[in-house]
């Protein structure tokens, strides 16, 4: 028989200042890639209390949670992976922005949608990011999303 494979759920936030999105880089393997900030939702954790640890965790700040902007599957063709992303608004309420001690943390910055059209970002949001930043997004679950790194 099979060993039992699970859906990852990660919830994300969209925080938006000025005009520009929040994005943390990891690095991996020698290579840096761009993703919301967010991670994976503890048994027993709810989703706004998990995305508050994990911009805490990632970022040292505290956020205030809007509404829910988007939801997408990254499914691995392989059948090794599959996440579920909640990503929500979210908006910047207290703290110093600090990138926090896990090894993969490699930096955070803000980028306009220009920006963000080229980054190697995972899932690859780019397109439903420009979206949101261009106030024109419309929908709310984008189906399924994968991209290689």
């Given at each position: 028989m099979?060993?039992?494979k699970t859906v990852r759920i990660r919830v994300c936030g969209i925080l938006v200042e000025n005009g520009r999105l929040l994005l943390i880089s990891h690095k991996k393997d020698g290579g840096i890639y761009w993703l919301l900030p967010g991670?994976?939702?503890?048994?027993?954790?709810s989703?706004?209390?998990a995305l508050v640890r994990e911009f805490m965790e990632e970022l040292n700040i505290g956020i205030a949670i809007g509404p829910l902007a988007m939801v997408c599957d990254s499914i691995d063709p392989e059948g090794e992976r599959h996440v579920l992303n909640i990503c929500?608004?979210?908006?910047?309420d207290s703290g110093e922005f600090r990138i926090g001690s896990e090894e993969r943390l490699h930096g955070y910055s803000f980028f306009d949608a220009e920006s963000?059209?080229?980054?190697p970002m995972y899932p690859p949001l780019n397109?439903?990011?420009?979206?949101i930043l261009n106030n024109s997004n419309k929908e709310i679950y984008l189906g399924r999303i994968w991209q290689d790194k």
């Open positions: 099979p060993p039992s991670g994976g939702v503890n048994y027993g954790e989703l706004d209390q929500f608004r979210c908006t910047y963000l059209g080229e980054l397109g439903p990011l420009v979206s």
